[in-house]
């Protein structure tokens, strides 16, 4: 057992600690109060003085399958060998050893989301894992957790440099309803025993029976709008990754029940989609009423300025409540463990990180992070 005693800062989900005590058993949140009895055998913390925050949540990563510093042999997030390749699995490149986990959990990041990159209309099966561990099927909170799928420059340059569908936008549409509808053939045929397995429409067909999300690469409101008109058509549930021209459209995407992440907006302006990339998107998404979250979409931007990229939201106007949510319990909702992680609540992972001062004060450190009542 380990008692947090003194305990003040955030527990997500917009409320604060005062002189607080968190009792933590197996693993979880078992007790928060303002009083305990404390025995001599019990690993108390007294948190006078320091800030505590829910562990943070990155849902948009491509850590581990991106290794930094390597090269091409530590490139394994992108396979370039079709257009549609949903039977590969994030999972099965993830190297746990790579340093950004090391940098995560430095960082005060204790859950992430890792996928497949852009370059493919539709690129593989992704998952949520905590950032501690030695073996990958040992970290993992849900698998899969998403379907990844692309639209705009990545897969029109990758594919029309090789002449072959996509080359355009119309293209990746295309594609992307043909291999829908032949995953619905295959759905009804499978159930008939009349149809040999095939794992790229298997997967696709677990987002068909909603059992998994759709979690579409799109910054141009085009191609937000694009992949919101597939939602419709396929009745499929849909997250929007990135989301740089969202405030041109915030009030139509509010209609549509998506929740969305948006970033890496510290990323400099490197193609055309992100001209007008700022932190005014997350100001008209939450004016429109859209559930975000914010993401470093590691190695674009280090994981270690998660934190950071929330700082820099609320210097340009947002609210703190919102911009912590935004790495912590909207996060969590974005990538379905909400249960799980998020925010400091009984029955929930012991998942938080002591700061040595306000964490939206830059200059303050992560002193430790807990993951599963554990210091990493």
């Not at 931007?301 to 935004?326: D, F």
């Amino acid at each position: 057992m380990l008692i947090l005693k003194n305990v003040t800062g955030y527990d997500g989900t917009g409320q604060r600690f005062t002189g607080s005590t968190i009792i933590i058993e197996n693993g979880k949140f078992k007790e928060i109060g303002n009083r305990h009895q404390i025995s001599e055998d019990i690993t108390v913390i007294d948190l006078s003085g320091k800030i505590i925050t829910p562990g943070l949540i990155d849902v948009h990563t491509h850590l581990g399958v991106h290794e930094e510093g390597i090269g091409k042999e530590g490139q394994d997030f992108n396979e370039l060998s079709s257009a549609n390749t949903a039977k590969v699995r994030a999972l099965d490149g993830i190297n746990p050893r790579e340093k950004g986990f090391e940098d995560a959990r430095k960082a005060g990041v204790t859950t992430v989301q890792i996928m497949p990159g852009s370059a493919n209309v539709i690129g593989g099966e992704m998952v949520v894992l905590k950032t501690f561990g030695t073996v990958v099927d040992e970290m993992l909170l849900r698998s899969p957790s998403g379907l990844k799928a692309a639209t705009g420059e990545n897969p029109k340059r990758i594919y029309g440099s090789k002449g072959v569908l996509p080359t355009t936008r119309m293209g990746i549409a295309a594609l992307l309803r043909e291999k829908l509808t032949e995953a619905q053939s295959y759905l009804e045929k499978r159930s008939e025993g009349t149809i040999d397995r095939n794992l790229d429409l298997e997967v696709i067909g677990k987002v068909l029976k909603k059992e998994i999300l759709l979690r579409v690469h799109a910054h141009r409101a085009d191609d937000i709008a694009t992949v919101l008109r597939i939602k419709r058509e396929f009745d499929i549930d849909v997250t929007i990754e990135h989301c740089t021209e969202g405030h041109l459209i915030s009030q139509f995407i509010a209609q549509h029940n998506v929740r969305v992440s948006v970033g890496p907006t510290m990323s400099s302006r490197s193609k055309i989609e992100l001209a007008d990339k700022g932190w005014h998107t997350l100001l008209a998404l939450a004016d429109a009423g859209v559930p975000f979250s914010l993401t470093t979409d590691h190695p674009v931007i280090s994981i270690e300025h998660l934190m950071t990229s929330a700082i820099l939201a609320v210097k340009y106007g947002l609210s703190e409540e919102l911009a912590l949510k935004a790495i912590t319990l909207n996060a969590a909702k974005h990538l379905g463990v909400e249960n799980r992680v998020g925010s400091i609540e009984v029955g929930k992972d012991a998942d938080f990180v002591i700061w040595s001062g306000d964490p939206f004060d830059l200059r303050s450190k992560v002193e430790k992070t807990f993951i599963n009542g554990a210091e990493v």
